[in-house]
């Protein structure tokens, strides 16, 4: 038995320890470090619902980060107090002015608008493919970033909205957070996602077996808005500020770029990636303020760190074109199976676990050994196809 | 009502003026897709690029104009084809969101770097006066700059029309853009025909980076990507893979744009690239092949 | 001519071809025959660079051409015609003859070529500025022929030339077939259509998943008892 088989230790890298940090984040919620995770937990629900579009259902949209807005401007109208409203947005209805909702409320209809808007658009769009898709999808970023800037009786225009009442707590994002993942897991097992998936396969094949390619492709598109929508009223009232300018293209790329270093047919990917995504820019941060290496002072380097995650995004789709994660889904399967929360009550899981790792070091220095020596026949395999060749000519 | 045709007429003209550097860097988006089916998204940041060495180069060591273009050609011809070594060569038997995702990782990696190298911030870019020199054809003024531009366009087209037509790298092109298996059985070597498409397409790129700084006359390091972007619209608009069609579709994106900001009531300006987008989703959705496409539409 | 030795190719990281090995002779025409999905067309597109072997090697004219890229297998005189015809749909049949002589130097030859094309061929001559994407199938599989003939082949390498052809279409690509192996080049046939190969062929090699079982002259196989039954309708 393989350490990654015992349900225990899934238990506790994927539950326990997570659920410590969320609690201890929760504590101190106005913490740096706290903000970074909430900011992981967001970054989680947009490329999960991502995935589900580009990675399970095989089109390919840049232009998430529009639904993201679309639901953080809605859900900032309904939770706003009125006199805040009066101030920056006059141009308001009157029932909408005096409308103040609580903020889970807020959050849904946001994602509904988001998903209804996702309808209107998916319609056309939806026929492209590849990537005159993702540059219809660009494009719809570029036309709603208009829209914010420009109606400035509804969205206060270019200035953005501030203000926003800030709800966004360690517990509601995370409870997001799960509860998307879930809905996806459960929705990738049954027979839609199956022919989601088929439809991504084979677009030809999954016709014959008598899947509407049509619903599939605008209810996918849609439930990912959805999603995006809530993590964008997640993301507004969090930062307590929105403008166009956060939900612009450099946003919607960084959504395909986590998807994409995650493994984008993996909602564990989408994990995985957030998690890189998120600290990597922080530990990276210092390179752009400058630091001292070795003694010498670097000069500030604005723009290392996307300089670096550039590089790296590139190297990914290189060398691991499906991504960390693949096609694995070992963080949702155990997250969402009831077998690895009973493990805690079973006694031959903690002896199980136990002897693993008492055989661990063992192991490591046997694997160590068989791959030094296989190493060393194949170097010798090597050198003797290089006396021949040379022997040859 | 003879004030509203000169109004009319020079949106116009402004439109032909914008509508030459959307021609421009269109060529070089639609050399580049012709071949590999690839968007390069980098192909803006390429113009930047150019723009910048034009930029450090007259204001730090006083060279003439002709020489920093010449420069800056090399210089983004260097990057074009540096991009494609490392960025597109090894995934040349990806699907074509993965080479998408990978020109994206390029243009970021080329917006970031001129960001380290140059700072965020917007620099002033200003032509001699030579070229910035008004001449007045009756109602309608241009600049020599707008000039030069304009013939540029027309000249590039020419010759590699002819080139594309006639040459035997021309034939190798568009038979790698037909069936790229079927060109290497030919004993087409396609590595090579595609690192011409990228010297092509680079060197375009800085000319007509200068062309869009020129007309802006402010330069940051972002400034390429929506125009870059822009231009892949005209030249999807137009046809892509063909360079009448990435042309046409410049002017006719150009003066749509000029027409619709000079036009449309004053609170609709701010919608011009919102515009440009819509327009392209509509064409696609009647003509999903562009205006002179006749091959491989986007459309499922 | 030709000698493929212990050849192994992957595709989609699952191996196709095993250890096959075979030869050619000057002046040979070589039938390569078996079933859908036994590597026929793999071995082809090894030999000609579009697919890299895991192992092992190919020697043409003595000298190995194992990990040569495409185009200077060509160079060397080993031309493809590959299986559906792949012929560029949107050019016009001049243009593609005229891409079938990408390498070639000498104007003289070049325009022999093409005379010999349309001798072979004269549907081709009618419709030479046409696009060839307006071809009927057997055509488009003569301007296949013709186009790979214009690279002055020293070796043939034919994907299923009848594929997809009516029987009398196919009597005639196969009678240009017999005409070119008369005028002396070296082919090398892969085939579906076991009995016409076998008619042609000087020698036969039988594959099946991806090994060859059986190999010999065509007019000796062609009695065999099994080969009789396995490939030829047993009768």
């Known amino acids: 038995m393989r350490l990654r088989d015992s349900n225990l230790f899934k238990f506790f890298i994927f539950v326990l320890i997570p659920l410590i940090v969320l609690i201890i984040c929760g504590m101190n919620s106005t913490n740096y470090y706290a903000g970074l995770v909430h900011l992981f937990g967001i970054n989680i629900i947009l490329v999960a619902s991502l995935n589900l579009v580009n990675g399970f259902s095989g089109m390919f949209s840049m232009g998430h980060a529009a639904f993201m807005a679309i639901g953080a401007y809605a859900s900032a109208l309904l939770t706003l107090e009125t006199n805040q409203k009066m101030t920056s947005m006059s141009g308001l209805p009157e029932w909408l002015m005096n409308l103040t909702l609580p903020f889970p409320i807020a959050l849904l209809i946001g994602g509904f608008i ?17 990537h005159y898709l993702a540059v219809a999808t660009i494009g719809f ?59 991504r396969d084979d677009y030809v094949a999954a016709q014959t077996l008598g899947i509407n390619l049509t619903v599939c492709k605008i209810s996918s598109f849609c439930i990912s808005a959805f999603m995006a929508g809530v993590a964008g009223g997640l993301w507004g009232h969090m930062q307590s500020v929105i403008s166009g300018k956060f939900f612009y293209i450099e946003a919607s790329f960084k959504i395909v770029e986590t998807s994409i270093i995650g493994g984008m047919a993996s909602l564990s990917g989408a994990i995985v990636g957030s998690l890189i995504m998120t600290f990597i820019p922080e530990l990276l941060a210092p390179l752009e303020t400058g630091i001292t290496v070795f003694g010498i002072q670097l000069p500030e380097l604005y723009g290392a760190s996307n300089l670096i995650l550039a590089a790296l995004l590139i190297l990914i789709i290189i060398y691991r074109r499906q991504g960390i994660m693949g096609y694995n889904e070992i963080i949702t399967d155990s997250l969402f199976s009831i077998k690895t929360y009973t493990s805690i009550l079973k006694k031959s899981e903690y002896i199980n676990l136990y002897t693993i790792l008492i055989n661990m070091p063992k192991k490591l220095i046997s694997t160590f050994a068989a791959a030094s020596k296989t190493d060393a026949v194949k170097n010798k395999k090597r050198k003797e196809r290089r006396s021949k060749n040379e022997k040859n000519s | 009502m003879m004030d509203a045709l000169t109004y009319f007429l020079s949106q116009f003209v402004n439109g032909v003026k914008l509508g030459s550097v959307y021609a421009m860097v269109a060529i070089g ?204 619209c005209a030249a999807v608009l137009g046809g892509i893979g063909s360079l009448s069609g990435a042309v046409l579709g410049g002017f006719v994106l150009g003066i749509a744009e000029m027409l619709f900001a000079g036009l449309m009531p004053t609170e609709f300006t701010a919608y011009r690239d919102a515009f440009v987008f819509a327009l392209l989703i509509l064409v696609l959705l009647i003509r999903p092949n562009g205006i002179l496409g006749t091959k491989d539409g986007g459309r499922s | 001519m030709l000698s493929i030795k212990n050849l192994n190719v992957k595709y989609d990281n699952i191996r196709v071809v095993h250890d096959v090995s075979l030869n050619i002779e000057n002046g040979e025409l070589i039938a390569l025959i078996g079933a859908n999905g036994a590597g026929k067309s793999t071995i082809l597109k090894t030999l000609s660079g579009l697919i890299r072997p895991e192992s092992g090697h190919i020697f043409f004219e003595g000298k190995e051409i194992t990990k040569l890229p495409s185009h200077e297998i060509v160079e060397k005189g080993i031309i493809h015609v590959p299986e559906g015809r792949q012929i560029f749909a949107k050019m016009t049949i001049e243009e593609n003859l005229k891409l079938g002589a990408y390498q070639q130097k000498d104007k003289n030859l070049i325009k022999e070529k093409m005379e010999l094309a349309f001798d072979l061929f004269p549907i081709l001559k009618q419709r030479i500025r046409q696009l060839a994407g307006t071809l009927s199938g057997g055509e488009q599989q003569m301007l296949a022929i013709g186009r790979a003939l214009q690279g002055n082949p020293k070796l043939l390498l034919l994907d299923e030339p009848s594929m997809g052809l009516s029987p009398l279409m196919t009597q005639q690509v196969f009678d240009v077939l017999t005409k070119l192996k008369d005028s002396g080049i070296t082919m090398l046939l892969v085939e579906q259509n076991a009995y016409d190969a076998l008619e042609i062929s000087d020698r036969t090699y039988i594959l099946e998943t991806g090994r060859i079982i059986m190999e010999g002259k065509s007019s000796k196989l062609i009695e065999d008892p099994k080969v009789k039954e396995a490939y030829l309708g047993g009768d």
């Open chain 1, 114 to 130: 988001a998903s209804f808007c996702a309808l209107i658009v998916g319609f056309p769009v939806l026929r492209f493919k590849g």
């Open chain 1, 141 to 199: 970023i570029v036309i709603v970033r208009a829209v914010l800037d420009n109606e400035d009786q509804w969205t206060n225009g270019a200035r953005g909205v501030t203000g926003l009442p800030n709800y966004a707590s360690t517990w509601i994002i995370f409870a997001s957070a799960i509860l998307c993942l879930f809905i996806l897991h459960r929705l990738l097992n049954s027979a839609y996602g199956r022919s989601l998936i088929a439809m």
């Open chain 2, 29 to 232: 988006y639609s050399m580049v897709y012709g071949i590999l089916r690839l968007i390069n998204f980098a192909h803006g940041d390429i113009m930047t690029v150019g723009v910048y060495t034009i930029l450090v180069l007259t204001t730090a060591f006083g060279m003439p104009l002709w020489v920093t273009v010449i420069i800056s050609v090399i210089i983004a011809v260097f990057v074009g084809l540096s991009a494609e070594r490392f960025a597109y060569r090894p995934l040349r038997s990806a699907g074509e969101e993965t080479t998408l995702v990978s020109s994206l990782a390029v243009s970021i990696f080329l917006q970031n770097l001129l960001v380290m190298i140059f700072s965020p911030q917007r620099k002033a870019f200003l032509l001699s006066e030579q070229l910035t020199e008004l001449h007045s054809f009756g109602t309608i003024r241009l600049s020599t700059m707008n000039i030069i531009t304009f013939i540029t366009v027309i000249i590039v087209l020419l010759i590699l029309s002819h080139m594309i037509k006639n040459t035997r790298i021309g034939m190798a092109m568009r038979a790698c853009s037909d069936n790229m298996n079927a060109a290497k059985l030919m004993g087409i070597n396609i590595t090579s025909v595609i690192v011409t498409a990228f010297i092509i397409g680079s060197a375009l790129a800085a000319l007509s980076g200068l062309m869009l700084a020129g007309e802006y006359k402010t330069i940051d390091p972002l400034m390429g990507f929506v125009p870059g972007l822009k231009a892949f």
